[in-house]
């Protein structure tokens, strides 16, 4: 089994052997052998404690406030020192800080002669032994997870000191109207719950210079908000419990760094801005436009969603990033609007520019008439007289020729007569092309009637 160790044995042997032993293996193995005076042997922090009866009296200590009369005030010296901002909610609007607070009161039942006592001038004792100010933070939110300090510093001349490391989270009003680029101010208010200004008093530093001072030395970390300066004032409320206490409200001053949010926001809304504006230059494709703004548009969308996470509801004015970016987006519906109408336009120009073009086609030999998507063919006039009239210069074979697309001819005949009979119009009679106006046939007006007719386009 492994033994103890046994520092005499390791300073004999490591130590002593050493040509030039380090300083502090020196303090701390002299310890171990320094003997004490002869005077000093019953001179020891428990011969203070049972001269004060700590033990003994420590009901009484606790119970009330260490006075011998009820009419003395207890003055509480206060100070606070912030030690680090470690977030600050806007959302939620909540104030996270690591800080440390120092009190000291009197304590008129606690007292020794240093002297008598080998010269100890203070003693550390639990701080469930004595009685303590019932200081309270009106801001916190959270109780803090931070076990407090167990333990309490008295003075021989009956000055009692209490120190506190805690992590706070209390509320703060936020004012993002110039967001990122803000700068904000979050109070932390001490006063005692129960006890009135007839019973305790408040002492604090107000030097605003050496208290910020304090708390720029006691930084230790650098987050996203900078430390600027503190302030400590006094009010006195007057309307706990019909008598008055006075409350000492620490106002911390810090400023956000802005470089983060100006990268993550306001860069790209105004990047997505040239976007917009650079798809002026896509050749004029309008499907491609109007998918392209609406792609940047709902970019624009997600980082307002983003900031809207960010920045509380409960401002009184709109933040100008709000604005900004409600003016970016407002720019690039107008410009996606734009771009459908001019789509829009483009399309029903083209439209009409096609009809007309089908109207323009028509030749000699054949030609179209539209109606509501219904269309007829039919043959020139001039080949329909050539049928009647036969050249005198033409040959049998010419003629025969002729005789066999008589059975064509004929069919093409019957499908336009019966297509004559047909109105295009409802309430107007067409004119047979075989008669005149007198009744009468020709073939010069049958050509004349027939040419007339032009393509419509409805």
């Not at 011998?68 to 959302?91: C, D, F, G, P």
């Not at 009197?106 to 006592?117: A, E, G, L, R, V």
């Not at 997870?145 to 001349?157: H, R, T, Y």
């Not at 789509?343 to 086609?361: A, F, M, N, P």
Request: hydrophobic share 35%; glycine share 4%.
């Amino acid at each position: 089994m492994r033994g103890t160790f046994d520092s005499a044995e390791f300073h004999a042997k490591y130590v002593l052997n050493m040509t030039n032993p380090p300083e502090y293996l020196r303090e701390y193995f002299a310890s171990f052998y320094d003997s004490p005076d002869p005077c000093d042997l019953y001179c020891n922090y428990d011969q203070v404690i049972d001269k004060l009866q700590l033990d003994k009296l420590k009901e009484k200590l606790t119970l009330s406030r260490p006075v011998q009369s009820h009419r003395i005030l207890t003055y509480v010296y206060l100070e606070m020192v912030i030690a680090s901002i470690l977030n600050v909610k806007a959302s939620e609007q909540l104030f996270v800080t690591h800080m440390w607070l120092y009190m000291s009161w009197n304590n008129q039942f606690i007292s020794w002669d240093p002297q008598k006592f080998c010269g100890i001038k203070h003693i550390v004792v639990r701080s469930d032994t004595l009685w303590k100010p019932d200081i309270i933070i009106e801001e916190m939110l959270e109780k803090d997870k931070i076990a407090p300090s167990p333990f309490l510093k008295v003075n021989s001349f009956g000055e009692v000191e209490h120190r506190i490391d805690q992590v706070v989270t209390g509320t703060c009003r936020m004012n993002v109207y110039k967001f990122p680029f803000d700068t904000q101010r979050c109070t932390i208010s001490f006063k005692s719950l129960m006890h009135s200004d007839d019973e305790i008093r408040f002492v604090v530093n107000t030097n605003t210079t050496v208290i910020s001072k304090w708390s720029h030395h006691a930084m230790q970390s650098k987050h996203e908000w900078r430390f600027v300066k503190m302030t400590v004032t006094n009010k006195t409320n007057s309307f706990y419990f019909g008598s008055n206490q006075t409350v000492i409200v620490y106002t911390v001053f810090m400023q956000r760094r802005p470089i983060q949010h100006a990268v993550n926001f306001l860069l790209p809304i105004f990047f997505f801005l040239c976007m917009d504006l650079a798809s002026y230059l896509i050749p004029d494709s309008g499907e491609q436009k109007i998918s392209f703004r609406i792609t940047v548009l709902l970019a624009v969308t997600v980082l307002q969603l983003i900031l809207h996470e960010i920045l509380p509801s409960s401002s009184d004015r709109v933040p100008l990033i709000a604005v900004y970016c409600i003016g970016i987006f407002f720019m690039m519906l107008i410009s996606l609007l734009e771009a459908i109408l001019a789509t829009y336009l483009i399309q029903k120009d083209s439209e009409t520019q096609d009809c007309r073009t089908d109207g323009d086609q028509s030749s000699n030999s054949e030609r179209t008439v539209s109606f509501c998507g219904f269309s007829k063919e039919w043959k020139n006039s001039s080949k329909r007289s050539s049928l009647h009239h036969t050249p005198a210069d033409q040959t049998p074979s010419d003629s025969k020729e002729t005789n066999s697309e008589k059975p064509e001819v004929s069919m093409n005949m019957t499908q336009e007569a019966s297509w004559r009979k047909t109105p295009m119009f409802p309430g107007r009679t067409r004119r047979n092309p075989a008669t005149g106006p007198d009744g009468s046939g020709g073939s010069t007006e049958a050509s004349s009637s027939s040419t007339s007719l032009q393509p419509r386009c409805f």
